[in-house]
Nanobody, 124 residues
Framework: QVQLVESGGGLVQAGGSLTLSCAAS????????MGWFRQGPGKEREFVAV????????TYADSVKGRFTISRVNARNTVYLQMNSLKPEDTAIYYC?????????????????WGQGTQVTVSS
């Protein structure tokens, strides 16, 4: 089992930037895709971004494309989410997760390990 711990959330004004980190420990391995999801107030958990094991392939939700960048440093067992041009609608708890699928996927059910989440609040 892998343990995932997110950090880097906080309060930021609209148009600002934040970088989230997700540190993995335990049964990490570098062959797993990693993803970021978020859950806003009164909303269901939604896909944000996913990155393959080598970091060469990424996929983003349309709502964040061009503003967010997912990356990973396998030597540090860490995945990042750089968030620029933040909007109030980006306010949510952000979770990182480890995929159990060989293919890239944006479906929450395809991710077996989840972090506890980090709060991002964007003020207008």
């Amino acid at each position: 089992q892998v343990q995932l711990v997110e950090s880097g959330g906080g309060l930021v004004q609209a148009g600002g930037s934040l970088t989230l980190s997700c540190a993995a420990s335990g049964r990490t391995g570098t062959t797993y895709a990693m993803g970021w999801f978020r859950q806003g107030p009164g909303k269901e958990r939604e896909f944000v971004a996913v990155i393959n094991w080598s970091g060469s392939i990424t996929t983003y939700a349309d709502s964040v494309k061009g503003r967010f960048t997912i990356s990973r440093v396998n030597a540090r067992n860490t995945v990042y989410l750089q968030m620029n041009s933040l909007k109030p609608e980006d306010t949510a708890i952000y979770y990182c997760a480890q995929s159990v699928r060989a293919r890239l996927t944006s479906t929450p059910a395809d991710f077996g390990s989840w972090g506890q989440g980090t709060q991002v609040t964007v003020s207008s």
